[in-house]
Structures are given as C-alpha cells and as structure tokens.
C-alpha cells in the first residue's frame, strides 16, 4: 500500500457544540432551526436566522476569534499527538473567506469612537491568524492563508494533502475560521440570499442560506492508513467563468470538477458510496448541483447535505463539513435531513431521510463558491 | 518550472493614483465594467505576461498579495461602520481576493484551477509553491503566478497600513510569471529551479552549504533580510556578485516579485540565489536560473 494523506487529528467548533461528541450527537437528532440573531449592528430587517457557535458571545471579536482557534488546534494537536520536532516542521495551511475581517471591524468601531484619526483596516493582514498560530503553537513550517470564498478550507485540504503526497512535508495543520462579522452578514443580505427560515437545500420550498459560524482544525500525515483512518485520496479545484456569484446552472461545470476529482482519487463514480453536497438552498446554486452530478451519475449513491444542521459556514465549510462528516462514517451513519429534499420531483435527487448505516467506503464532498471557484475531493476509509 | 514569458507593471505613487482605464485598453484591447483597481491592475500584469501566446485552457492561476484588494475592503467598512450603508453587493463579492481570479480566468477564456493564497513575508514564494506542487503532481502543463499591490489614498494611511515609515516611498505594483512545461507556449526564458523553506537559520546555513555555486550566480535578499547578513550569506556560499533589485524600487508589499523580472531581463546567463526572512527565524530562497 502506498503513502497517503492521512487524518491523525481532528478539532471543531460549530453552533452544535465545541467538540466531536458535542457536534455527533446533535447530528444524530434533526437540524434545529437557528435562532435570530441579535447584534446592534443590524436593523430589524436584518435581523435573521443565524447558526452562532455555541456558548460563546459575540463582543469581543479579537478574543471570541483566537479563543476558537486555540481550542480546535488544541484538540486536534492532542488527538495527532506531535512531539515537538514533528509539530516544529508542520506546515500550516489557513482557509477563511473573512480571515480576521471581525476584529478590524471591532478595532475600527473603537477607533470611530475614541480616535480623532480613525482608520479603517489597521494591522488587518491574511496572514494574521496563521501568524497566531505559529506562535501559539510553535509550528515553524511554511504558512498559506487562502482565500477562494466558500472553497477557502477545501482548497486548504485539497493543497495540504497534494504537499504531503509529493513528500514537501511530513505533517500539516490545516484550519478553517468563519466567525460573524458585519461585512458577511449585511453582505449576503443585500445579495438577498438569505433565507427568513430554514435552508432546506434541493427542496422545492428552498429560498435560501442561513449563514453559520464555525472553526475546524486537522491535523494529517503520509502514511500507510490503519484500516479506520480517513484518507485524502484526491480532488480538484476548477474555475467556472458562467458567472462571478453562481456556478453554470446546466451543470457542465460543476460536473468536470466533480470528474476531475474522481480522475485525480483514481475511482470511477461507481465506487462512491455517499455524496456530501455542498447544497446552499439556493435557486440556482442547488439547480446547478444537482444537475452537475446527475451528470456524472447514472446511479446515484447516498447523498447527504449538512448545511441544515450548521448553517453555511462559508469559507469553513470545506473543512468543518468534511471532519462532521468523516466522524459520522466512523460512528456507523451517514448524515440525514428528514423532511428535506425527501424526493426526487424538484431537482432530480434526494437528500438521506434516515441514518443510514456505513462502516467505510470512498466519498465524494462537493463545494462551490464566488468567483466560479469550485472544488471537489474525495476521502475514504477501510479498503480501497 | 521552466519560466516563458513575465509582465509587469510598476509605478511609483507620490500625490495621486494614475488612471489605469485608458492603459487597461490599450494593453487588452477590451472595455471591461465594473471592476476595481486591484482586478485592473491584475489583468493589465496578466495581458502583458500572455502577449500573444495563446495559453491552454488548462493554464492556472495562483494569484498573491501583501493586502489583497485594499481599495474595496476600505470602502466597505467606511461605508458599512462610518457611513451606515450596507455594502453593494458586488463590492462585497470583490472583498473575497479570488474574484480576481474570476476576471482573469474570464479574459484569458480559461477553464482551470485558480487560488488566491498569502503568508505574511513570504506571499509570493507561497504561490510558487503550490504551483510547484500541482506541476509535481502532473496536474498542469502551464501555470500563471501572479502578485499585485495597490495603493489607497491617502498614503499617510496607506503607509500605516502597511507598516513602513511616513518617508517610505510607495508603489502600486504587479507582476505575472508564466509557467510551464509545454512546447506551445514557446522558448523558455529561465527556470525557478526550487523554493524552499526554513524553519531556522541553521537549517538554510546546512542548505546553503551544500549548494555547487559557480562564478555565474548572483545572490539577492528580500525586505526584511538585514544587508549584512545577506553580505554573510555570499561569503558563505562564495557567490561572486549581490543582484540589487530593490535598490530603485518604491516599497510594496510582493517586492520579491520583481527579482523575476528583473533578473531575467538582466541579460545574462546565471542563477539567482533569493533568501527571504520573516525576521522571526524562518527563512524562504528560490533559485532562478536564467538560459
């Protein structure tokens, strides 16, 4: 068996809990819908669902942000269990869509207050939050912040694995962050994408995202995979210039990347037993995914959708979505959404209405994001 | 990863900040709406680097900044926390740096993977790397790596935003590499014959020590590396002369960018030896070897 990027170590924080168990058990129930946020920023028609993280207030962005970070890195690093030379030398591997956007707004908010000379985006830098974790944690190898919207943590994932396959490096961290900021929120509701209710992705009363918050850190390593641990098996990234906000809604996009990434693994779509799909409960975006991969499937296996658990949790997404759902595998179920998308009439596909129970297999996890950036990987457990 | 082709633009800002519309034209031949600074500027370096070489449609992107798009995220958060007004919503769309990506993806009629990635000190090493690697894998054939710095004004603040001092001379800047392996895009003008990465003065000093230098390479630093211990890096590895390319350059953030262009432009046969510091212990080099 050959060398492989392999998951050693894993840490998240969503609105369903601070840690694994937390985040497991509340996948097992329902999706709960979120409750509306209350943040004197926004005005009363602003005033929308949101999935916050749980047990942590929004004041305070600089210390809520860093906070998050230390505790999804602290348990990653504990469950990989690094010593100090291996941790020294990992490579670090930054996926956000806002970075540290909330503390510039907050430091900013204070300036307009208190400061005869008050100056928008101060200190602000992409490489901000990995520069905290270097130091917090001691981590001495190369550091990339990347930020292609909603695909931020899988392009994250997709890059720090294709470093470990070509032996660059021996370990890598790679975190996703997306925590509220007043740019994200007021944002996507002048885009009118935000639903007033629930996201209910590919179902014919879908009307939109609820957003979410998240961070989630993995810790991986090239190895020959022991018969439960999760691998990277491959994946890709393509830009579809339809258009700068939504995927080509016949599909043909979103097909080629889903194509590539199966080319890339080395399997066929026959092998995949689940799809995770990255189902935003928009119009177009669930129209142009479900079109994409009836395209590449003549049987559909499985397919699943978190966000109504979690919220879009932006450019976490790629990360936090691909830990809730490897975990889920490794507790014996796959993801399911009762009462949404529960047939097939609107878009051609339904979501899982019950857990169904899985041991290991190949599986496909798709995300889409702004400025036609699209990403697919694959993972997989036991034999392959 | 064999180089064929660079483009650039640089230009000093003293008082204020040239029109790009009328140079956008001129160097695409297209109108393009409703795009700010940043994305002009990108497809202004990317035109110049493409020129008339038809790129495969596989060609990626890897696009860096120090700041990403500045001008954008500055008027969405005066607008949104100043002013009381939400941000327009393609200004909110332009604040995630990858819609660059999209505009040059657009224009060059490309149908391939495309990252916008940063890391403080070391951004465009950083796009080398993953560039690096997906030619390793056999995922491209041809590659754009590009980095692009704007100004905003005014520069008082500009200079606070970027950390230099009130007297630093400052400059909006953009540079393309184009990359590849492919017969199609040409003859190849040079080679980036590795990019390496050290978490510590004694690892780059082992690296160093190894290297077979001979009397065509010249060795550079970058910003933040002190003039005398790049001095002690030429000692060291017996390279015969300093390539000084930031000696005229204004201050932006991806300055180690223009040692590409410069370097190839030069007019000799050689290798370029570049060492980079965070000035926290960690140390980044490339090898640019010129044909």
Same mark, same amino acid.
């Given at each position: 068996?050959?060398?492989?990027?392999?998951?050693?170590?894993?840490?998240?924080?969503?609105?369903?809990?601070?840690?694994?168990?937390?985040?497991?058990?509340?996948?097992?129930?329902?999706?709960?819908?979120?409750?509306?946020?209350?943040?004197?920023?926004?005005?009363?028609?602003?005033?929308?669902?949101?999935?916050?993280?749980?047990?942590?207030?929004?004041?305070?962005?600089?210390?809520?942000?860093?906070?998050?970070?230390?505790?999804?890195?602290?348990?990653?690093?504990?469950?990989?269990?690094?010593?100090?030379?291996?941790?020294?030398?990992?490579?670090?591997?930054?996926?956000?869509?806002?970075?540290?956007?909330?503390?510039?707004?907050?430091?900013?908010?204070?300036?307009?207050?208190?400061?005869?000379?008050?100056?928008?985006?101060?200190?602000?830098?992409?490489?901000?939050?990995?520069?905290?974790?270097?130091?917090?944690?001691?981590?001495?190898?190369?550091?990339?912040?990347?930020?292609?919207?909603?695909?931020?943590?899988?392009?994250?994932?997709?890059?720090?694995?294709?470093?470990?396959?070509?032996?660059?490096?021996?370990?890598?961290?790679?975190?996703?962050?997306?925590?509220?900021?007043?740019?994200?929120?007021?944002?996507?509701?002048?885009?009118?994408?935000?639903?007033?209710?629930?996201?209910?992705?590919?179902?014919?009363?879908?009307?939109?995202?609820?957003?979410?918050?998240? $961070?989630?850190?993995?810790?991986?390593?090239?190895?020959?995979?022991?018969?439960?641990?999760?691998?990277?098996?491959?994946?890709?990234?393509?830009?579809?210039?339809?258009?700068?906000?939504?995927?080509?809604?016949?599909?043909?996009?979103?097909?080629?990347?889903?194509?590539?990434?199966?080319?890339?693994?080395?399997?066929?779509?026959?092998?995949?037993?689940?799809?995770?799909?990255?189902?935003?409960?928009?119009?177009?975006?669930?129209?142009?995914?479900?079109?994409?991969?009836?395209?590449?499937?003549?049987?559909?296996?499985?397919? $699943?959708?978190?966000?109504?658990?979690?919220?879009?949790?932006?450019?976490? $997404?790629?990360?936090?979505?691909?830990?809730?759902?490897?975990?889920?595998?490794?507790?014996?179920?796959?993801?399911?959404?009762?009462?949404?998308?529960?047939?097939?009439?609107?878009?051609?596909?339904?979501?899982?209405?019950?857990?169904?129970?899985?041991?290991?297999?190949?599986?496909?996890?798709?995300?889409?994001?702004?400025?036609?950036?699209?990403?697919?990987?694959?993972?997989?457990?036991?034999?392959? | 990863?064999?180089?064929?082709?660079?483009?650039?633009?640089?230009?000093?800002?003293?008082?204020?900040?040239?029109?790009?519309?009328?140079?956008?034209?001129?160097?695409?031949?297209?109108?393009?709406?409703?795009?700010?600074?940043?994305?002009?500027?990108?497809?202004?370096?990317?035109?110049?680097?493409?020129?008339?070489?038809?790129?495969?449609?596989?060609?990626?992107?890897?696009?860096?900044?120090?700041?990403?798009?500045?001008?954008?995220?500055?008027?969405?958060?005066?607008?949104?926390?100043?002013?009381?007004?939400?941000?327009?919503?393609?200004?909110?769309?332009?604040?995630?740096?990858?819609?660059?990506?999209?505009?040059?993806?657009?224009?060059?009629?490309?149908?391939?993977?495309?990252?916008?990635?940063?890391?403080?000190?070391?951004?465009?090493?950083?796009?080398?790397?993953?560039?690096?690697?997906?030619?390793?894998?056999?995922?491209?054939?041809?590659?754009?790596?590009?980095?692009?710095?704007?100004?905003?004004?005014?520069?008082?603040?500009?200079?606070?935003?970027?950390?230099?001092?009130?007297?630093?001379?400052?400059?909006?800047?953009?540079?393309?590499?184009?990359?590849?392996?492919?017969?199609?895009?040409?003859?190849?003008?040079?080679?980036?014959?590795?990019?390496?990465?050290?978490?510590?003065?004694?690892?780059?000093?082992?690296?160093?020590?190894?290297?077979?230098?001979?009397?065509?390479?010249?060795?550079?630093?970058?910003?933040?590396?002190?003039?005398?211990?790049?001095?002690?890096?030429?000692?060291?590895?017996?390279?015969?002369?300093?390539?000084?390319?930031?000696?005229?350059?204004?201050?932006?953030?991806?300055?180690?960018?223009?040692?590409?262009?410069?370097?190839?432009?030069?007019?000799?046969?050689?290798?370029?030896?570049?060492?980079?510091?965070?000035?926290?212990?960690?140390?980044?080099?490339?090898?640019?070897?010129?044909?």
């Amino acid at each position: 068996m050959s060398l492989r990027p392999c998951v050693i170590g894993a840490g998240i924080a969503t609105c369903l809990g601070g840690d694994v168990e937390e985040n497991l058990y509340a996948l097992k129930q329902s999706p709960k819908q979120a409750a509306i946020i209350e943040h004197h920023s926004l005005t009363d028609a602003e005033r929308l669902p949101y999935h916050l993280l749980k047990g942590a207030e929004l004041d305070h962005a600089d210390k809520r942000l860093y906070q998050q970070i230390d505790q999804v890195v602290s348990q990653a690093l504990g469950e990989a269990q690094l010593n100090d030379e291996q941790r020294s030398k990992m490579a670090l591997f930054v996926g956000s869509s806002s970075h540290d956007i909330s503390v510039s707004e907050q430091l900013y908010k204070q300036e307009l207050i208190s400061s005869k000379e008050p100056l928008a985006l101060r200190l602000s830098s992409f490489g901000n939050i990995a520069g905290y974790v270097r130091k917090r944690f001691s981590i001495k190898g190369e550091d990339f912040s990347i930020n292609t919207a909603c695909t931020s943590s899988a392009n994250a994932l997709l890059y720090a694995s294709s470093m470990l396959r070509t032996g660059q490096v021996d370990y890598v961290l790679v975190l996703a962050v997306e925590l509220f900021n007043d740019t994200t929120a007021l944002g996507f509701n002048n885009l009118e994408l935000l639903t007033h209710t629930q996201m209910t992705p590919f179902d014919k009363a879908r009307d939109g995202i609820v957003l979410g918050e998240a $961070c989630g850190a993995l810790v991986l390593t090239r190895k020959e995979p022991e018969a439960k641990e999760f691998v990277v098996l491959g994946g890709a990234n393509l830009c579809d210039t339809h258009s700068i906000s939504s995927a080509n809604p016949d599909g043909s996009s979103i097909a080629m990347v889903i194509r590539r990434a199966l080319d890339n693994a080395g399997v066929t779509p026959g092998q995949i037993r689940a799809i995770k799909a990255h189902g935003t409960a928009s119009l177009r975006g669930d129209e142009a995914e479900a079109a994409g991969v009836l395209q590449v499937f003549q049987d559909l296996p499985d397919v $699943c959708a978190i966000k109504p658990y979690i919220g879009h949790t932006l450019g976490a $997404c790629g990360l936090v979505e691909m830990i809730l759902f490897y975990q889920t595998i490794l507790a014996g179920f796959i993801i399911a959404t009762p009462g949404i998308a529960s047939d097939e009439k609107e878009l051609g596909l339904k979501l899982t209405q019950r857990h169904e129970s899985v041991g290991s297999g190949i599986f496909l996890l798709n995300y889409f994001g702004f400025g036609g950036n699209n990403c697919s990987l694959v993972i997989a457990n036991g034999e392959q | 990863m064999k180089i064929y082709s660079t483009g650039m633009y640089y230009e000093p800002v003293i008082d204020r900040l040239p029109e790009l519309k009328p140079l956008l034209k001129a160097v695409t031949g297209q109108n393009f709406r409703r795009i700010d600074r940043f994305i002009q500027l990108a497809l202004i370096g990317v035109s110049r680097c493409s020129g008339e070489v038809s790129l495969p449609i596989e060609t990626a992107i890897y696009l860096t900044s120090g700041q990403g798009d500045l001008e954008v995220m500055i008027d969405v958060l005066e607008q949104m926390l100043r002013d009381g007004k939400s941000p327009k919503p393609l200004s909110f769309i332009n604040t995630v740096s990858n819609s660059a990506c999209y505009h040059l993806a657009k224009y060059l009629h490309l149908k391939s993977r495309n990252c916008f990635v940063a890391s403080h000190c070391f951004s465009f090493e950083r796009a080398l790397r993953l560039a690096m690697v997906d030619f390793l894998q056999g995922n491209l054939t041809s590659a754009l790596v590009g980095s692009v710095d704007i100004c905003v004004l005014p520069l008082a603040q500009h200079r606070q935003r970027i950390a230099v001092s009130p007297d630093t001379p400052v400059a909006e800047a953009c540079h393309w590499l184009l990359l590849g392996d492919d017969d199609c895009l040409g003859e190849p003008m040079g080679e980036v014959e590795g990019v390496e990465h050290f978490g510590s003065k004694e690892a780059l000093l082992v690296w160093l020590a190894a290297l077979d230098v001979d009397n065509s390479w010249s060795i550079a630093g970058g910003h933040i590396l002190p003039e005398e211990e790049l001095v002690f890096y030429q000692e060291l590895t017996l390279v015969g002369q300093q390539f000084q390319y930031r000696k005229n350059l204004a201050y932006y953030d991806t300055q180690t960018a223009s040692a590409f262009s410069q370097y190839l432009e030069h007019g000799r046969e050689g290798t370029l030896l570049h060492i980079e510091t965070d000035g926290e212990g960690r140390y980044c080099t490339f090898l640019l070897k010129v044909f």
